[in-house]
């Protein structure tokens, strides 16, 4: 049995890093686990130092007009025969966040596979999850209760499943000494994208 992971983008960020978490797990790897990106990136150099394959093949915009005509038939025509050529067999096809999902779920049925999904972008709409075609999967995993909750609500006829979004021990560093005095200034590392928490940090300092 094979698993293969489609995840676009390979520089380390969220998706990307929760990936490689579950790329590290024993039980997974048992299942010959692949990866298919489109770049080589933090995540390709974490599946070096794990041992896992990887493919790397150029994404196209899979909703683009050119996409839905002809670009996402000739990418998933070759990689299928990249696959095929080194002896991978999927039996399942693994979208990593719902823009991979036309790209993962057209692959699936083109290898014979089942599909599944992660959601993991809490900035989706009900619209993303129609027009990336996420009902389609035979298996949809929401990260977080929240997500879990509001795909739930748009597809009810489906199970969607939750998965966690937690943390290991080990991933905590300990606090600081507490300064002597309140800061003055702060600075937040991060991108300024709604979905990526920072109308969280927003929100808090108005509390």
């Known amino acids: ?11 380390k ?3 990307q890093a929760s990936l ?3 790329l590290r797990h024993p039980r997974l790897q048992a299942l ?8 080589k990136g933090w995540l390709t150099a974490e599946c070096d130092s794990i041992g896992i394959r990887y493919l790397i093949h150029p994404f196209p915009s899979s909703r683009s007009l050119a996409g839905r005509l002809f670009q996402n038939f000739l990418f998933v025509a070759r990689v299928g025969r990249r696959l095929a050529a080194l002896g991978i067999r999927p039996r399942i096809v693994h979208a990593n966040d719902h823009p991979e999902g036309l790209l993962a779920l057209r692959l699936a049925r083109w290898c014979g596979a089942r599909s599944a999904i992660f959601l993991r972008s809490g900035g989706m709409s009900r619209r993303d999850y129609e027009k990336y075609r996420c009902h389609a999967y035979d298996l ?7 997500l879990q909750q509001r795909v739930q609500a748009w597809d009810p006829q489906r199970e969607i499943l939750l998965v966690p979004n ?3 021990d080990s991933e ?3 606090p600081k000494p507490k300064a002597l005095a309140f800061p ?3 600075l937040v590392i991060g991108t300024p994208h709604v979905q990526k928490g920072w109308a969280d940090l927003i929100d808090a300092l108005y509390q």
Do not use: D
């Open 172 to 174: 905590f560093f300990p």
């Open 32 to 39: 010959s686990p692949v990866l298919l990106t489109g770049q």
């Open 20 to 22: 490689a978490r579950l």
């Open 166 to 168: 937690a943390l290991y």
């Open 140 to 146: 949809i995993m929401a990260v977080g209760e929240e």
């Open 13 to 15: 960020a969220g998706a």
């Open 184 to 186: 003055r200034q702060w």
């Open 1 to 11: 049995m094979s698993i293969v992971f489609l995840q676009k983008r390979a520089h």
